[in-house]
């Protein structure tokens, strides 16, 4: 029944329905239905507006929603139809109005989109969008028909028009946050792209593909740095490798033939913005340049660099970017030929075979 409080009840609305706002759901104001022992909403429930419109009707278990929720247009029609599972929404289906309604409506579909429908196998995330004209033909957000399905997609993937894309993915409710693993194929259903996003929606690992094979590999940490990076030959062969450490610093870079030999390699350690360590490596692996702090001198690196022989062909020390001291210069037997104060020179260089030569 009606309180002293509620306006009058329109003839549309039961005598047996109260008058029970809720000013964070409007549109459901008179309600139909009955409440367990403790006072719990539980049984077939119905609801009017204000003025005594039928907007929805549900069943209650205790409190919480199970099984088929319906709302409606003003007109009378369908505007959505949920299932739900101990209080949770699962799939649901939104259907255009005819008239004008207050009821929602996605805005990315399309003028010939007449369904739009959200599956989801656990109620927090969306696992596919999927649309539909007014026929009930699957059809792009766009309202324009799909192309065909390539077989080997999941059922789970749609299409974006404006990527010319299939693309499969969970969007988390509520965020619209992409989680999990995504994947980009072309109209063919050949792979273009995989992402691995964590669970506050940053990629983590990236795959990028080109004519159906693995063309390189990205993996980020929490602030999307990208720490590690790999591409590949177009035999799967791994040709070029990179590390960074947590704060953006390359660690280790490799390049390889493609018959898998180690073309060059380079290893560094860092303190901060300084490099205390590094190592060059050469076809093969063998050791072309190594430098290392100086324990006796801050700041100073020790450097030596290899003939391909793997005898030492120069050594000395790097104070910043300088080459500082003396210098002593071997021949490819590892015997002592000049020795050489650099000092005077005042000249820099990187601790790099690449430069120091």
Same mark, same amino acid.
């Given at each position: 029944?009606?309180?002293?409080? #509620?306006?009058?009840?329109? !003839?549309?609305?039961? =005598? /047996?329905?109260?008058? $029970?706002?809720? &000013?964070?759901? +409007?549109?459901? %104001? ?97 696992? #596919?969008?999927?649309?539909? !004209?007014?026929?009930? =033909? /699957?059809?792009?957000? $766009?309202?324009? &028909?799909?192309? +065909?399905?390539? %077989? ?106 493609? =018959? ?12 901060? %913005? ?84």
């Amino acid at each position: 029944m009606a309180d002293a409080s #509620s306006p009058p009840r329109p !003839d549309s609305v039961p =005598e /047996q329905a109260r008058w $029970d706002p809720d &000013p964070s759901d +409007p549109g459901f %104001e008179w309600v139909l239905g009955e409440v367990d022992q403790d006072g719990e909403r539980h049984g077939r429930y119905k609801f009017w507006n204000r003025e005594g419109v039928l907007h929805g009707t549900c069943t209650y278990v205790h409190g919480k929603i199970e099984g088929v929720n319906e709302n409606y247009h003003p007109d009378g029609s369908i505007s959505s139809r949920g299932e739900w599972r101990d209080g949770v929404l699962y799939d649901c289906d939104y259907f255009r109005a005819e008239c004008e309604s207050p009821e929602p409506w996605p805005a990315q579909a399309g003028d010939e989109v007449r369904e739009v429908r959200y599956l989801s196998t656990d109620g927090k995330a969306n696992d #596919s969008i999927q649309y539909f !004209d007014e026929h009930g =033909e /699957q059809v792009g957000m $766009d309202g324009e &028909p799909l192309p +065909p399905r390539p %077989e080997a997609l999941p059922e789970t993937a749609r299409w974006f028009p404006d990527l010319g894309r299939w693309v499969d993915g969970r969007i988390e409710r509520g965020t619209n946050r992409q989680i999990g693993t995504w994947k980009w194929w072309n109209v063919d259903g050949e792979l273009q792209r995989a992402e691995e996003h964590d669970d506050q929606g940053r990629v983590r690992e990236l795959l990028e593909y080109e004519n159906g094979r693995l063309d390189s590999r990205s993996v980020y940490d929490a602030n999307e740095v990208r720490l590690h990076y790999s591409s590949y030959f177009d035999d799967g062969q791994l040709f070029v490798e990179r590390k960074k450490n947590a704060d953006g610093k390359e660690i280790h870079e490799a390049f390889y033939t493609r =018959e898998g030999e180690l073309r060059e390699q380079t290893d560094t350690e860092w303190e901060g %913005e300084r490099i205390v360590k590094r190592r060059e490596l050469g076809r093969g692996g063998e050791l072309r340049f190594e430098a290392e702090q100086d324990p006796d001198g801050a700041g100073r690196l020790l450097c030596s660099l290899y003939f391909e022989s793997g005898e030492p062909s120069a050594r000395g020390a790097l104070e910043g970017e300088r080459i500082a001291g003396t210098w002593t210069f071997f021949d490819e037997r590892g015997q002592p030929r000049r020795s050489l104060d650099m000092d005077p020179y005042e000249l820099e260089s990187e601790p790099t075979r690449e430069r120091l030569p």
